[in-house]
């Protein structure tokens, strides 16, 4: 079989979509006329260079002949079909399937060496089971106090705000928040302005995750006419999902 390839074309559909969008013509309505006046232009400039030429382009040029020789014969356009049609079908699936290769070569050249990696079921271990006697454990804090040279007193009054601050379970927070929203939505940005510290913000944080992960409640734009760039203004938490789908999901109850 001949093996062809004429310069950046592959193949005869390819040539004739370069003719249309060339000559700017529609390609729902080609003019059937310059388009098979190009062609035909093309293979004999390609069979003056040597170029072989593949069977595929000598049965489209016959096809192109065929189609204009039908466009001369009277016809009535309410009952027959459009002698062009065919062509005109097979250059707009080309045209689509060219378009997405290109955007699927962009996707490859991207992505195409990486690999996906699925994510481990890994359960958290909450158990501490070193064994260390209590001498061992406050020589060690000695020996830290030593040599960072900070005294008891002063490592106790400098975490004194971390170790006694008051522990947010996040369950509460979300069993609150889900209460809430059953009588109405809440505005986004008030829900975390009305936070008494810094834990409770986290711990509301969180929970709004917890509560996206499992689908219970989604975040809506609602946007006004005071100001329509500001997007975090005017976002509210709706609640989606029934009181069964709740008590199915597994939520979080880690302490901030």
């Not at 030593?146 to 006694?164: A, L, P, Q, Y």
């Not at 006419?225 to 938490?237: C, G, L, P, Q, R």
Request: overall charge negative.
């Amino acid at each position: 079989m001949i093996q062809y390839k004429l310069e950046t074309f592959e193949g005869p559909l390819d040539l004739l979509l370069s003719l249309v969008a060339k000559h700017k013509l529609d390609i729902s309505d080609i003019p059937i006329d310059l388009l098979c006046e190009q062609y035909m232009a093309y293979i004999k400039d390609a069979e003056e260079h040597d170029v072989a030429l593949a069977c595929e382009f000598l049965l489209m040029a016959s096809e192109l002949m065929l189609i204009k020789s039908r466009m001369l014969l009277p016809r009535d356009p309410a009952s027959s079909e459009d002698p062009r049609k065919p062509l005109v079908d097979a250059l707009i699936e080309y045209q689509r399937a060219k378009l997405a290769a290109g955007e699927l070569s962009d996707l490859f050249r991207l992505y195409g060496g990486r690999t996906a990696k699925e994510q481990d079921d890994v359960s958290p271990d909450r158990t501490y089971v070193a064994d260390h006697a209590v001498d061992l454990l406050r020589a060690a804090l000695v020996h830290v106090f030593t040599e960072t040279k900070f005294s008891e007193k002063t490592v106790r009054e400098e975490f004194s705000g971390i170790v006694n601050a008051p522990r947010i379970p996040v369950e509460d927070v979300i069993a609150r928040l889900i209460g809430g929203l059953r009588e109405k939505n809440a505005d986004l940005e008030d829900y975390f302005r009305r936070s008494e510290s810094r834990a409770e913000v986290i711990a509301k944080f969180i929970g709004i995750l917890e509560l996206l992960k499992f689908h219970i409640i989604e975040l809506r734009e609602s946007i006004t006419e005071e100001n329509v760039t500001d997007v975090y203004s005017h976002a509210e938490i709706v609640l989606i999902a029934t009181d069964e789908e709740i008590a199915a999901a597994q939520l979080e109850s880690n302490d901030y």
